[in-house]
């Protein structure tokens, strides 16, 4: 089946910096992509969209400003967290849908673990 | 809006039980419906769907019916084995158009022992 990676899968940092995960999709191009958010026990929120060529479609009380999107080809979007601080730190994941199998079937990566100090 | 209630785990089961997870649902329209498992340290993985009422989605052994009457997607396996532990999760997506958006529930941990 289809692959998303996502890179790193864990990453620790001190409060203030900028952290960036990437989310890739290994044998097959992705017009749309999508970021999710999940805390422990919680379900997966939808951040934001991310669109190839275009802005990126943020969901509801999503800070633009504080959750870069960037859609950089058709196999790459990158989301940055921008001036971590505790409360950001969470698990990010991104899914891909696959073209050409209609419109019912996203693809997801494992996931990043960020934990902010 | 669109909402997902999925029973809160962790179920513990022994090998061989039958297995139910409850899923109910609020959408506006015909909502697609969907099963996805997420095994230790990897991603989501798609296990079954159902696109309208009364269709049933089956993987694995696993079975879900879309009931539009009440509003369900139950999550059933008659014979549970130690490998399907992991994290179940039941969501929709609204009908029509390039909208891929999926509404999750919170997930439920199962945890099947031998």
């Known amino acids: 089946g289809a692959v998303v990676s996502q890179h790193p899968s864990w990453v620790i940092c001190k409060s203030g910096t900028s952290v960036k995960i990437e989310c890739r999709s290994l044998d097959f191009q992705a017009t749309t992509m999508f970021w999710y958010r999940q805390f422990p026990k919680q379900s997966l929120m939808l951040m934001a969209t991310s669109n190839e060529g275009s802005k990126a479609t943020y969901e509801q009380g999503v800070e633009k400003d504080k959750f870069l999107i960037n859609h950089a080809s058709l196999t790459l979007s990158t989301l940055t967290v921008t001036s971590a601080h505790p409360e950001d730190s969470s698990f990010y994941i991104c899914s891909a849908p696959l073209p050409g199998r209609g419109n019912n079937e996203q693809f997801f990566g494992p996931g990043t673990r960020l934990t902010v100090l | 809006g669109n909402s997902v209630t999925q029973m809160e785990g962790p179920v513990t089961l022994s090998e061989e039980a039958f297995l139910t997870i409850n899923c109910t649902y609020t959408?506006?329209?015909?909502?697609?419906l969907f099963w996805y498992v997420q095994y230790p340290g990897e991603g989501l993985q798609l296990l079954l769907k159902a696109t309208k009422a009364d269709d049933k989605g089956s993987n694995k052994g696993f079975e879900a019916t879309y009931r539009k009457e009440t509003t369900s997607f139950h999550l059933e396996k008659g014979s549970v084995q130690v490998s399907d532990s992991a994290v179940y999760f039941c969501a929709l997506r609204n009908s029509g158009g390039s909208n891929y958006k999926l509404t999750f529930g919170k997930g439920t941990l199962l945890t099947v022992n031998p």
């Open positions: 959408a506006t329209g015909y909502p697609s």
